[in-house]
């Protein structure tokens, strides 16, 4: 295993734990709003907590973008890390939260690692070496457009203001595919997409934390992740678009006459 994946996959199962231990328990955990349905626990910080020791233990001068404690500047290796992914769903005893981690090097992306430690599932990729499930090798599906497909999305609750734009996009795409999930965790939705459960995919507004890992899961299982005009800055923007080559060409194709402002963030 590569050294960067080895100490990302240690780092994720000792978050696994933490989350594992206090699923169900959600009455008991002490839970904070950090703005608007937008929560966090204590099992979020402890998680990342767990990660970042890990991190340290291994590569003390690494520098750390993560969700609940920011950005710690270091080498020109960052690590980018949600240590909980699907909060609302924990809190509620949903069973779809997965922990998130990519290590970036001068702004390219090198290695992931995304693990759903309620389904025991390990999602990894390294740049150029391709994706894996446990193992076993990944690869999109091979679906050559929309008709028939199944998609994923996340509703944008975090940037309510794109709200009308994105139920519009949702009536657009709704019409052409077989069918639409929104299941809570991003990261678990572009690791299975990755997996070839779904076939494409598409949010407003996420946070690098969301998609660093699922995105290089994707490239490397064949896929295409994009922003909105399908170019390169989804980690700036926070607007993804995902799925084969095809499928991600459609999906754009639909979406773009709706967007309005949430093309320009």
């Not at 960067?4 to 696994?16: D, H, T």
């Not at 169900?24 to 002490?30: D, H, Q, W, Y």
């Not at 390219?108 to 693990?115: F, G, I, K, W």
């Not at 459609?250 to 709706?258: K, V």
């Amino acid at each position: 295993m590569h050294p960067l994946v080895n100490i990302g996959v240690r780092a994720a199962r000792e978050a696994g734990k933490v989350i594992s231990r206090s699923f169900g328990r959600s009455e008991a955990l002490n839970v904070t709003s950090k703005a608007s349905n937008d929560f966090v626990s204590e099992v979020d910080r402890n998680a990342e907590q767990a990660i970042i020791r890990a991190i340290r233990k291994a590569y003390p001068d690494h520098a750390i973008l993560a969700e609940e404690s920011g950005h710690q500047p270091g080498s020109e290796y960052e690590w980018i890390i949600d240590p909980l992914d699907g909060t609302t769903n924990f809190l509620h005893g949903f069973p779809q939260c997965a922990v998130s981690i990519a290590v970036r090097w001068r702004g390219q992306l090198e290695a992931a690692v995304v693990l759903d430690p309620l389904r025991d599932e390990l999602f990894t990729a390294v740049r150029g070496q391709g994706a894996q499930l446990d193992g076993r090798r990944l690869r999109v599906a091979q679906r050559k457009g929309l008709q028939g497909a199944l998609l994923a999305t996340g509703f944008p609750f975090k940037a309510q203001h794109h709200l009308d734009a994105y139920l519009d996009s949702f009536r657009a795409l709704f019409l052409k595919v077989a069918d639409i999930r929104r299941p809570g965790s991003a990261a678990l939705d572009l690791a299975w997409l990755a997996a070839g459960r779904i076939d494409g995919f598409w949010e407003i507004g996420l946070s690098p934390w969301d998609t660093a890992a699922g995105a290089l899961l994707i490239r490397e299982a064949g896929g295409v992740v994009s922003d909105f005009s399908g170019g390169d800055a989804f980690l700036e923007t926070g607007n993804v678009v995902a799925g084969h080559l095809k499928v991600h060409a459609e999906i754009i194709e639909t979406i773009a006459p709706y967007l309005g402002d949430a093309l320009k963030r």
